[in-house]
Each structure stands twice: as C-alpha cells, then as structure tokens.
C-alpha cells in the first residue's frame, strides 16, 4: 500500500510551486528515485526547478521532451530530469532507463513516470492536479519503501 505523507499540498502560483520543491529537495537523498504524475501544465517541470535551486544545483531547468533525459550538476552528485511524455511503453527501456534510475551519485526525477512505475521497486511519488488557473493540488506518497518516513 502507498504510504501517502501528506493529504495534499496547494499552491497558488509558479512561485509557490517552486518553494515546496526547494523543500522537498531537503528530504532528498542519493538514488532516490521520483516519479512525477499530472496532466500537461500541471507543474512538474516547475517543481523540479525548486528541486534543483534547493538541491544547490545552478542549472536551468528545461522541459527535457526532445531529448528525453538532462543532467544538471556534476558527477559527484547530479539530478536527472527524465521526460517519458512521448515515449510509449516498451520504447522506454530501448532508451536505457535503467542506468538512470538508482544511480550512485543522483537523484532521479520523471515526469509521467507512471508510464514505468510497476518496473521501479521504489520511489517517491507526487501527483499534481490542475485545479484552476494557478491552483494545484499537490499529493506525495511513498511506494515500495519498509521504513522510509518524509515529512514535509
Ligand atoms: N500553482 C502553480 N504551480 C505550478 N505551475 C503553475 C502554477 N500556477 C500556474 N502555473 C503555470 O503552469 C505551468 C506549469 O508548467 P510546467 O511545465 O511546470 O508543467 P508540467 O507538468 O511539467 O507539464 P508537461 O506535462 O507539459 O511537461 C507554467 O506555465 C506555470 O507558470
Ligand atoms: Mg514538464
């Protein structure tokens, strides 16, 4: 069963969004694994951007769609920002997904990651529900862990 570790989280602005990722950076720690689930414009991109400011990674955050997967930081410690938007299922192991997830040195984040959930033991998960113009609900749960907690 998911252990979901908040019931929901809303934001009212980009600005708002970016913050909880910062925060949600702190909670982060190597070869996690983060799967990012919600409609188009739902925010993803915009929460990894707090992510990576939070995570102290000085790099811009772009939508990875055409080239699927982008590194930002060194090798002592990176994010990968994987998109699956446009890949279909049994294409996404051909692009070599593997070597991306439980990296040593990384943290991994992928949006429309519920595309591959069932093949990932364990991750974080964050969907994000568009609500109204700027509001988003934001939900976090935990899958496949025994003893992980995270509180935000
Ligand atoms: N509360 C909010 N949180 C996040 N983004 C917001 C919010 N309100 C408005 N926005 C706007 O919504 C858009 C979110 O785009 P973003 O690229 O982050 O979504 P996405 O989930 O990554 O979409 P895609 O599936 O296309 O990659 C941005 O233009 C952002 O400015
Ligand atoms: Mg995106």
Same mark, same amino acid.
């Given at each position: &069963?998911?252990?979901?570790?908040?019931?929901?989280?809303?934001?009212?602005?980009?600005?708002?969004?970016?913050?909880?990722? &910062?925060?949600?950076?702190?909670?982060?720690?190597?070869?996690? =694994?983060? =799967?990012?689930?919600?409609?188009?414009?739902?925010?993803?991109?915009?929460?990894?951007?707090?992510?990576?400011?939070?995570?102290?990674? !000085?790099?811009?955050?772009?939508?990875?769609?055409?080239?699927?997967?982008?590194?930002?930081?060194?090798?002592?410690?990176?994010?990968?920002?994987? $998109?699956?938007? +446009?890949? !279909?299922?049994? *294409?996404?192991?051909?692009?070599?997904?593997?070597?991306?997830?439980?990296?040593?040195?990384?943290?991994?984040?992928? *949006?429309?990651?519920?595309?591959?959930? $069932?093949?990932?033991?364990?991750?974080?998960?964050? =969907?994000?529900?568009?609500?109204?113009?700027?509001?988003?609900?934001?939900?976090?749960?935990?899958?496949?862990?025994?003893? +992980?907690?995270?509180?935000?």
């Amino acid at each position: &069963m998911p252990h979901k570790f908040s019931n929901g989280i809303y934001t009212r602005s980009a600005e708002e969004t970016i913050s909880l990722g &910062m925060k949600f950076s702190g909670t982060l720690t190597k070869k996690d =694994v983060v =799967v990012l689930e919600g409609a188009l414009g739902g925010g993803k991109t915009t929460f990894i951007k707090g992510v990576v400011k939070g995570l102290n990674i !000085k790099a811009k955050v772009l939508s990875p769609s055409f080239t699927l997967v982008r590194q930002y930081g060194k090798a002592e410690f990176c994010l990968y920002h994987i $998109d699956l938007y +446009r890949l !279909k299922e049994d *294409e996404i192991f051909n692009i070599g997904i593997e070597d991306f997830l439980y990296a040593k040195d990384a943290v991994t984040m992928i *949006e429309w990651g519920e595309k591959i959930e $069932d093949c990932i033991p364990s991750y974080i998960k964050i =969907v994000f529900s568009l609500l109204d113009n700027n509001v988003r609900k934001i939900d976090f749960s935990l899958k496949g862990y025994k003893n +992980r907690k995270i509180k935000l």
